[in-house]
């Protein structure tokens, strides 16, 4: 009975994962972006603190933009679009996740950085 239960929580869980990926744009660019971070992960040698940052990163901006979503919905229901109050709620739940997505974009490329430094001065030597 309970592994039914824990079953069934996992499903509407990956269900509203699913929702959101079909109807946000913003979420899919940012899956896209998280992949080719997980890849970069991979293809470099970074440290295991390195990953574990950027991977909660990862997770904190696909959070955030989740509720982003879960609020607009929730407002949307409750009051019309046009009020200034829910504009500014709207705003400042989507500012919100520009800032966690451009905290991550920094802290993504001063771990990065070096390693594709690397690279670009290898391949130069390489060529020249």
Not at 6 to 34: C, D
């Amino acid at each position: 009975m309970i592994i039914g239960q824990v079953f069934r929580s996992f499903v509407h869980a990956f269900s509203g994962i699913k929702i959101v990926f079909k109807e946000e744009q913003n979420f899919r660019i940012q899956i896209a972006l998280a992949v080719l971070v997980v890849v970069m992960m991979f293809i470099f040698s970074l440290s295991v603190i390195e990953k574990s940052v950027l991977t909660l990163l990862i997770i904190i901006v696909l959070v955030l933009e989740m509720l982003n979503s879960v609020l607009e919905r929730f407002i949307d229901v409750f009051k019309p679009r046009v009020h200034t109050y829910i504009r500014d709620i709207k705003d400042i739940a989507a500012g919100a996740v520009f800032l966690s997505s451009l905290g991550s974009l920094l802290v993504g490329l001063v771990i990065f950085y070096p390693h594709i430094k690397e690279l670009l001065f290898n391949l130069l030597k390489y060529i020249i």
